[in-house]
């Protein structure tokens, strides 16, 4: 069986729910000194109706991801911009 999804496989999956067991951060140290945080947050989980080699079947997520930048060096950073807010 083929790993290529097709419409007709994500008709046919299964909607599964689920439950956070643990949302953590990744943390990765940029080589121009800067660290950023990076977290994928599930949204959505199917189940289709095909399988891996090894047997285990093949899940569809939808994920949004959520990235905090810290300890920009002082070199890369822009004077901030001040914003003008017109009432609507």
């Given at each position: 069986m083929?790993?290529?999804?097709?419409?007709?496989?994500?008709?046919?999956?299964?909607?599964?729910?689920?439950?956070?067991?643990?949302?953590?951060?990744?943390v990765?140290?940029?080589?121009?000194?800067?660290?950023?945080?990076?977290?994928?947050?599930?949204?959505?989980?199917?189940?289709?109706?095909?399988?891996?080699?090894?047997?285990?079947?093949?899940?569809l997520?939808?994920?949004?991801?959520?990235?905090?930048?810290?300890?920009?060096?002082?070199?890369?950073?822009?004077?901030?911009?001040?914003?003008?807010?017109?009432?609507?």
């Open positions: 083929s790993n290529r999804i097709t419409p007709k496989d994500l008709e046919d999956g299964e909607d599964l729910d689920f439950t956070e067991s643990k949302e953590g951060w990744n990765y140290k940029l080589e121009d000194g800067t660290t950023i945080k990076v977290k994928l947050i599930l949204r959505s989980v199917k189940r289709l109706k095909k399988w891996n080699p090894d047997g285990t079947p093949l899940y997520i939808q994920s949004a991801n959520v990235v905090r930048v810290l300890n920009v060096p002082k070199e890369l950073r822009a004077k901030p911009k001040v914003q003008t807010f017109k009432p609507v």
